[in-house]
């Protein structure tokens, strides 16, 4: 069990985790795994090595050897490295998020990305962002946040991210897609989205990114991972 402290932070499509989470890490100085880049890394190695859409063992296969860099690009951006190429913005595309959702219910797929995930918790801590964090990776976490929203604010803040990088976007196909994802993210089988018993929900529904960032703070203060 990793002895450097944990803070997980889980929750459905658009409820500001990836946002919340760097802004955590940064200031505790800490490591971050955004886990749902390695289901989209997945999802975009099995379409370039022309694997069938159901091909789970193919895809499972990919997830244990893929060799994924995660680092800060030259202007401090981040930066994903998948077999030598540059994904950065291919894998933050609506596409990539519903190819990931769709090989994220395999379990083949999920038991192959659980060791990579775990070895991103290393001193001095780390925050890790997804669906499972705190339920199925890191269940002994020092911190667990459950972040949601109404899926209207969800939907219109991916709309305003997905634009801001020049996507050309609906705001109606984007609210569908949402709803799917939410569907297909919090039924399957296995490690499904859901808060984990010892999580702290946060409705984020009309908060600021600095209030909520505000939030967790305190969380952790209580806690004393953090001053
Ligand atoms: O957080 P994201 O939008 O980048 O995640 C993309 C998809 O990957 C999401 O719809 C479900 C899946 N995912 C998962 O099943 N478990 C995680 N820990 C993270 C993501």
Known sequence: MPTSPIVTIDGPSGSGKGTISRAIARHAGWHLLDSGALYRLVALAGARAGLAPDDEAGHARLAATMDAVFGAGPDSAEQVILDGLDVTAGI????????????????????????????FARPPGLVADGRDMGTVVFPHADLKIFLTASPAERALRRYKQLKDKGSDVSLAALSRDIAERDLRDSTRAVAPLKPASDAEVIDSTGLSIEAVVGRVLELGARRSLWA
């Not at 395999?106 to 192959?112: C, D, E, M």
């Open 92 to 119: 933050r595309s609506e596409q990539a998020g519903q190819g990931a959702s769709r090989v994220a219910p395999w379990p083949a797929v999920r038991r192959a990305l659980l060791e990579r995930q775990r070895a």
